[in-house]
């Protein structure tokens, strides 16, 4: 057996312990108010379980990440399929750095999901090794990579812890304005990390299948001297195609459901090869995952955060503000050098300027000055709660547009890492 070989295996033996261990860490939550036990003692016991099953599956995606670093011959960080991977990994140290100070079992009850569905996303783009190209064949890029990835797995953390604080304390019940406003804003943002779910399911879904689609797309395009000029090119759908590309013509597409053809044509405004592909995508996302929600919501006969609210009784709020702060506050000086002051090196190193306005790097900045913000608001002006919360969780979209938003929608000198 390959060492690449043997690094799949340690990865499948991640995953599965990975979802074991938030199983657990459910039955450690959940079943302390059915258990027979003191629910103190049952807490504890189940959440010792989970967190060494935890640990164990972060020993394997360290296996994972080591084997395939010797294997490959470089630092797998260099595409989204390597990143979000390191990014999972990451997500469970700080994980585990933030449990063994707190010890609060609730945190993996919502930290394991987080770092599977990261997994199972890395898991659609293609896994295999890929040769490193000259702007990435730099001992910066290790540095420069996994300093960031470490800062942003903190502010996971912090994401997390957020997001239960706003579990925990937004009352369901109530039905005044504000208590109907907090109610709809926590119950939206379940509602896209469902439609998150949604997609990773729908893709892999279309692949077990082996469905394809292809079109050839004519493109005009005009050069500085007004020269027109037309290209064509060949574009590959692994979804049924809702929206096919503007200015093209069907080469293959596989019947679903009946549908033979697809129904609308993408906007003209709407530039790039990819475009048409990545607007297929997001309406597919949107669909299987509101389809998704309503099942869910069928099935608890309530909204999701008021499903999970009863399970919060007995947290302390004040713990889950402080968690969330703290591993923010950790978080952040790692970012800093990560995604500013290494990556600025490593940007002089392969393009000869420590700036240049890409998006990734534009991106980043607006990153790190909301965090700076966020602890400025909480330091300065006492923004401590709900507010604090929402901070956390709106970072974290922020940190993720940055990660996959900018490689897979914008296009820049980082777009190699959408490949």
């Not at 016991?45 to 060494?52: D, E, K, S, T, V």
């Not at 978080?331 to 940007?347: D, K, S, V």
């Not at 700076?372 to 401590?384: C, D």
Request: charged share 15%.
């Amino acid at each position: 057996m390959s060492l690449l070989d043997f690094s799949s295996d340690a990865f499948l033996v991640a995953f599965f312990l990975y979802c074991f261990g938030f199983l657990f860490y459910a039955v450690a939550v959940a079943g302390r108010n059915w258990s027979n036990r003191k629910p103190e003692d049952h807490l504890r016991r189940w959440g010792r379980i989970a967190f060494i099953v935890s640990v164990l599956g972060f020993a394997a995606h360290l296996t994972f990440f080591i084997t395939r670093w010797i294997g490959g011959g470089h630092i797998p960080t260099s595409n989204m399929y390597e990143f979000m991977m390191f990014l999972a990994m990451a997500i469970m140290f700080a994980f585990v750095v933030v449990y063994a100070i707190y010890r609060k079992p609730l945190l993996g009850m919502f930290t394991l999901p987080l770092t599977v569905i990261i997994v199972a996303y890395a898991s659609v783009f293609p896994q295999e090794v890929q040769p490193l190209i000259p702007a990435l064949n730099s001992y910066w890029l290790r540095i420069h990579v996994t300093t960031a990835a470490l800062g942003e797995a903190f502010f996971a953390v912090g994401f997390a812890a957020g997001l239960m604080y706003l579990l925990r304390t937004v009352d369901f019940k109530k039905t005044d304005a504000q208590s109907r406003r907090d109610q709809r804003w926590v119950e939206f943002t379940l509602y896209v990390i469902v439609i998150i779910v949604a997609f990773i399911g729908t893709v892999f879904a279309f692949r077990g299948v082996d469905y394809k689609a292809s079109f050839i797309q004519e493109i005009v395009s005009i050069d500085s001297k007004g020269i027109e000029s037309t290209t064509t090119e060949t574009v590959e759908y692994s979804m049924p195609p809702i929206f096919k590309p503007y200015n093209s013509q069907n080469i293959e597409v596989q019947s679903f459901l009946g549908m033979k053809e697809p129904l609308f044509e993408t906007p003209s405004w709407m530039h790039g090869v990819n475009a048409a592909r990545k607007l297929n995508t997001i309406v597919w996302s949107i669909l299987t995952g509101s389809i998704l929600y309503g099942i869910l919501r069928l099935a608890l006969r309530r909204r999701l955060g008021a499903a999970i609210n009863p399970l919060m009784d007995g947290i302390d709020e004040e713990d889950l503000d402080e968690i969330s702060y703290r591993a923010i506050a950790i978080g952040y000086p790692i970012f800093t050098l990560g995604a500013l002051i290494f990556a600025m090196i490593w940007a002089y190193i392969a393009w000869s300027r420590f700036w240049g306005w890409d998006p990734k790097e534009v991106w980043a900045l607006i990153t790190w000055l909301y965090y700076t913000a966020y602890l400025h608001l909480r330091l300065s002006r006492g923004w401590h709660g709900k507010k604090s919360a929402w901070l956390a969780v709106i970072g974290f979209v922020v940190v993720m547009f940055t990660l996959i938003g900018v490689n897979l929608v914008l296009v820049g000198l980082h777009s190699y890492a959408g490949v």
